[in-house]
T-cell receptor, first 113, second 113 residues
Framework: NAGVMQNPRHLVRRRGQEARLRCSPM?????VYWYRQLPEEGLKFMVY????????ESGMPKERFSAEFPKEGPSILRIQQVVRGDSAAYFCASSPPPTSTQYFGPGTRLLVL | GESVGLHLPTLSVQEGDNSIINCAYSNSASDYFIWYKQESGKGPQFIIDIRSNMDKRQGQRVTVLLNKTVKHLSLQIAATQPGDSAVYFC????????????FGTGTLLAVQP
């Protein structure tokens, strides 16, 4: 059973470009979470999604950030018009029922030049 | 806001010794706690969890203790090995519909051979 998969593992963007981060949950998991980690800090919750629904986006910046988890395909975290402060590691986690353990992917490290 | 914090940012131990990593949480409504291990360049890896109706749980070489009176969580690693070197995070789940995890800033465990 493959774990949570994320791609790309590393992404370099110039200021003003768009970044698209993908997450495929573990097989059988229908709940996806996105977290952001700045260097030498803990992970910060961004958004919680189920298939075709955003359940909690309280940790997501109001501007430029969006997330989706379509009926088919991976979950996408989209950052428009990136700025240097968006540079961070973005982790996706998935769980079967929502109150179960969240299993994390390897992360996407975004660098904005 | 509510937060989870760690007492020791760095812990250095000799190989073979036992390690104890501590964590304080502030939200008395949290009902589920997890310890994650994060190696450099990787995503958080689940180690062990505990629910608020328990005060101790054991796994392979690891034990988690929960003291709800003082809102304290600890991770004990027996016979620490070089492969245990990593950053350890405690995380709390406040329950409810969101299921988001609140992470502490992490403790770096350095195992000396």
């Amino acid at each position: 059973n493959a774990g949570v998969m994320q791609n790309p593992r590393h992404l370099v963007r110039r200021r003003g470009q768009e970044a698209r981060l993908r997450c495929s949950p573990m097989k059988g998991h229908s709940h996806v979470y996105w977290y952001r980690q700045l260097p030498e800090e803990g992970l910060k919750f961004m958004v919680y999604l189920q298939k075709e629904n955003i359940i909690d986006e309280s940790g997501m910046p109001k501007e430029r950030f969006s997330a989706e988890f379509p009926k088919e395909g991976p979950s996408i975290l989209r950052i428009q018009q990136v700025v240097r402060g968006d540079s961070a590691a973005y982790f996706c986690a998935s769980s079967p029922p929502p109150t179960s353990t969240q299993y994390f992917g390897p992360g996407t490290r975004l660098l904005v030049l | 806001g509510e937060s989870v914090g760690l007492h020791l940012p760095t812990l250095s131990v000799q190989e073979g010794d036992n390690s104890i990593i501590n964590c304080a949480y502030s939200n008395s409504a949290s009902d589920y706690f997890i310890w994650y291990k994060q190696e450099s360049g990787k995503g958080p890896q689940f180690i062990i969890d505990i629910r608020s109706n328990m005060d101790k749980r054991q796994g392979q070489r690891v034990t988690v203790l929960l003291n709800k009176t003082v809102k304290h969580l600890s991770l004990q690693i027996a016979a620490t090995q070089p492969g245990d070197s990593a950053v350890y995070f405690c995380a709390e789940n406040e329950g409810g519909a969101t299921n988001k995890l609140i992470f502490g800033t992490g403790t770096l465990l350095a195992v000396q051979p």
